[in-house]
């Protein structure tokens, strides 16, 4: 089945311990990227990527760190995390760049920082 | 900067009542899609429109794209409370810019 995954789905920290979390998808898309939802903020991208080992910021990318080494994994790393991080994210993936394309959705993770 | 700007952000209807969702932008974008979302899940494309004053049908769903490509409308004939959900427009300038979203419009639809 197609289809993006996210783990975990649900996670409460504390301020400051580093946390990973894991995006794959296996539709050898090559376009994929991280959203946060907030109430009233509706989605705001986070960081994407064009291919493997291309990365670029989106709308709010402070705090947050991002890698592709691979075509499928996109994982999202918050390196330092802090109360205004608590949010549901989602990530996304697509065959190529966004314009007219799909854009297929993991689960979403909703984190809480204390 | 809210590119998109989604009319209204909460609906709530009865079952059999016709409704029309509004997104709006000052800037042209190169296609304009549409995804619901239920609670507890990612967001599931609906359509995509890419032509000035396009007309795309889906059941009960019609989604219109402007002429000048600034603008759509999502008109649901006869709710059903299934259509439940927040519907979200997102719009992309080009082939490889980023993806905006509006902030969605929260629709129940009562039995």
């Known amino acids: 089945e197609a289809q993006v995954t996210q783990n975990p789905r649900y996670l409460i920290t504390v301020t400051g311990k580093k946390l990973t979390v894991t995006c794959s998808q296996n539709?050898?898309?090559?376009?994929m990227s991280w959203y946060r939802q907030d109430p009233g903020l509706g989605l705001r991208q986070i960081y994407y990527s064009m291919n493997v080992e291309v990365t670029d910021k989106g709308d709010v990318p402070e705090g947050y760190k991002v890698s592709r080494k691979e075509k499928r994994n996109f994982p999202l790393i918050l390196e330092s995390p802090s109360p205004n991080q608590t949010s549901l994210y989602f990530c996304?993936?697509?065959?190529?760049?966004?314009?007219?394309?799909?854009?297929?959705f993991g689960p979403g993770t909703r984190l809480l920082v204390l | 900067t809210q590119l998109l700007e989604q009319s209204p952000q909460f609906l709530s209807i009865q079952e059999g009542e016709n409704l029309t969702v509004y997104c709006n932008s000052s800037?042209?974008?190169?296609?304009l899609q549409w995804y619901r979302q239920e609670p507890g899940e990612g967001p599931v494309l609906l359509v995509t429109?890419?032509?000035?004053?396009e007309v795309k049908k889906l059941k009960r769903l019609t989604f219109q794209f402007g002429d000048a490509r600034k603008d759509s409308s999502l008109h649901i004939t006869a709710a059903q409370p299934g259509d439940t959900g927040l519907y979200l427009c997102?719009?992309?300038?080009?082939?490889?810019?980023?993806?905006?979203f509006g902030k969605g419009t929260r629709l129940s639809v009562i039995a």
């Open positions: 539709m050898n898309h090559e376009y």
């Open positions: 997102a719009g992309a300038k080009s082939g490889n810019t980023p993806l905006v």
């Open positions: 996304a993936s697509s065959r190529t760049g966004p314009a007219g394309e799909t854009q297929y």
């Open positions: 429109v890419v032509t000035g004053g």
């Open positions: 800037s042209v974008f190169s296609s």
